[in-house]
């Protein structure tokens, strides 16, 4: 029995996009909780907790984006061509962010607040747009069989604003957390304290999406709700809610590392029932991973180079997360 590429593929370019949201999740989370903290030497702490890696933490988007274009060419160009707006907006939000890091540090005291703000910036715009793009994705993309047939604007609905408002609260909550585990005294109090309340906003967020996307779409209504697939399912939100719960108890007794741990979880949870909501789909709602692959040649000549490179990018993230552990302190600089 061979191979099945397009299914190997999937599962790398999924694989991808996890490792991204997680890793440049609470990288862009730290840049939109630039706007809750002003104390100059706290803003150098919470940009020196990320500094060694927040560049190596995209390496992710970049594998996820070029696995798409060689496993599943015409996927790329179609939902490319739909969500070109938002992804443009997110392009331009990772420069502003990207420039704002190295600049900072060497500007004069009287200019560094023009980078805190292309930081804060740059880190709503990509945040938002990648949660609009989001949705506009769970929404669905107009396709005729070979390529986007709909409009410039169908992404811009009233669901997918609120999945970029949701995304929002996702990555402040990893940022607050990230910085708890980084960071000490007043600082690591102030992120237990915003910590709670980014939550609530979080769980409620999932919890309005969990009811909106089955109302709005019916497939993925028939998914979920279908017997004996909720009996299947039925331990992903109550997972959410265990979650929730223990996090709760984690803030209150001022764990330092488990609510990042436990962020994460919540971050897995809601990335599966994307999954349970769309699989095999890949130009929602119709075309399945199979229906839109490249030849089996090309498929297979890509694999082979992206099995080569792969444990090299796990190795040297793993590697750098470990020279650079431990609680960043002030006085500590990386530029």
């Known amino acids: 029995m061979g191979i099945d590429l397009s299914l190997t593929w999937a599962i790398i370019i999924m694989f991808g996009v996890m490792m991204y949201v997680v890793m ?16 100059e030497q706290d803003r150098d702490i919470m940009m020196n907790t990320v500094a060694p890696v927040w560049d190596g933490n995209e390496t992710w988007l970049v594998l996820g984006g070029a696995g798409l274009f060689a496993a599943f060419p015409l ?28 600049f900072r540090f060497k500007a004069s005291p009287e200019r560094r607040h023009v980078w805190d703000k292309a930081f804060i910036g740059g880190s709503l715009l990509a ?7 989001l949705g506009a994705y769970i929404q669905g993309i107009a396709f005729d069989g070979s390529r986007f047939s709909g409009g410039a604007l169908d992404w811009l609905t009233p669901f997918s604003l609120f999945c970029g408002v949701g995304l929002l609260f996702a990555y402040a ?7 708890i585990m980084k960071t000490e005294g007043a600082l690591q109090q102030r992120m237990y304290r915003i910590t709670k309340p980014l939550m609530l906003g979080l769980l409620l967020m999932i919890a309005l999406v969990s009811v909106w996307t089955p109302l709005a779409y019916p497939n993925i209504a028939a998914r979920w709700f279908a017997l004996p697939n909720l009996l299947w399912f039925l331990p ?8 929730g719960w223990w996090l709760w108890r984690a803030i209150t007794y001022q764990d ?4 990042f741990v436990l962020v994460l979880g ?11 909501s769309l699989w095999p789909t890949i130009i929602p709602p119709d075309a399945s991973i199979w229906q839109v ?34 609680k960043v302190k002030p006085g500590d600089a990386y530029h």
Request: aromatic share 14%.
């Open 24 to 39: 440049d999740g609470f990288d862009l989370g730290i840049g939109l909780l630039f706007l809750r903290v002003h104390d």
């Open 75 to 102: 996927a790329y160009a179609v939902v490319l061509e739909a969500l070109a707006i938002p992804l443009i907006v997110m392009l331009l939000g990772l420069i502003f962010r990207g420039v704002a890091f190295e």
């Open 127 to 133: 945040t938002a747009a990648q949660g609009v793009s």
């Open 173 to 179: 909550l990893l940022g607050s957390t990230w910085l």
């Open 236 to 243: 992903v939100p109550l997972l959410v809610a265990l979650t």
């Open 256 to 259: 330092n590392a488990l609510p």
């Open 266 to 276: 919540l971050v897995f949870l809601g990335y599966s029932g994307l999954g349970i």
């Open 293 to 326: 692959a490249a030849p089996a040649q090309s498929q297979g000549f890509a694999l082979v180079g992206t099995l080569f490179i792969l444990p090299i990018i796990l190795m040297y993230t793993a590697w750098s997360y470990y020279v650079f552990r431990g």
